[in-house]
């Protein structure tokens, strides 16, 4: 199995940062794609940012411009970078890995969550 743990989040100022990370464990895994996800109370979960392995990048429209998502492939690592944070952007952020590793002479693929990061924003 891969698992995700999660890094970073808490409690800002409104225009503040927060960076969060978002660490795949388990070995020869080739991750296809890397993101983030969020929730806040009484919303459904929603796209913020995702990553390919290639660095293709996808934004929602509302954290254009002040978040970037970036991803070290050798470390299995994605981060967040989340500035000029808004009061809106208050949730429960979840890491989200697609991709597949080698185990037991076959290939497997994997869809794994991290266990999610609260970011509070304050006005």
């Known amino acids: 199995q891969v698992q995700l743990v999660e890094s970073g989040g808490g409690l800002v100022q409104a225009g503040g940062s927060l960076r969060l990370s978002c660490a795949a464990s388990g070995s020869r895994l080739t991750i296809n794609l890397m993101g983030w996800y969020r929730q806040a109370p009484g919303k459904q979960r929603e796209l913020v940012a995702t990553m390919t392995f290639g660095g293709n990048t996808n934004y929602a429209d509302s954290v254009k411009g002040r978040f970037t998502i970036s991803r070290d492939n050798a470390k299995n690592t994605a981060y967040l970078q989340m500035n000029s944070l808004k009061p809106e952007d208050t949730a429960v952020y979840y890491c989200?890995?697609?991709?597949?590793?080698?185990?037991?002479?076959?290939?497997?693929?994997?869809?794994?969550w991290g266990q999610g990061s609260q970011v509070t924003v304050s006005a």
């Open positions: 989200n890995a697609e991709g597949y590793y080698y185990s037991d002479y076959r290939t497997k693929t994997f869809g794994s």
